[in-house]
């Protein structure tokens, strides 16, 4: 209980990360979505003309460039995620191992994971 504990700032930065990634992704699909419908808005009709045509390639530029930065901010914060959960089962499992009394063999002594499927003689 105490690792939970000390790792919730972890958790918060993972979660904070996921939710900032979703966010950026949902803004960038409902601004080009408000930019390339075809009832523009009163502020695209005002733009003069020369404006009017560079503004579909960046719009559409500026949602890839979201959706990458999105997807990265959200891969990072699972990847945050599962590694504090990998850190916690580890954790219950080295502190059952110790309540059993299983010491851990040095390096050396441990066999490998090949010698199980050899038959024994």
Known sequence: MAAA???????ACGVLQIVLGCLLILMAVVTAFAVLSPWRADIVS???PESRALLT???VAGL???IVIGAVFILSGQL?????DIHDHLARLDRRDRRR?????PPGEQPG???RLLPRR
């Open 64 to 66: 890839v460039v979201a």
């Open 80 to 84: 945050l995620l599962l590694m504090r």
């Open 46 to 48: 005002r733009l003069p």
């Open 101 to 105: 009394g299983r010491a851990p063999a």
């Open 57 to 59: 390639p960046a719009t």
């Open 113 to 115: 994971m090949m010698s």
């Open 5 to 11: 504990r000390r790792y919730r700032f972890v958790r």
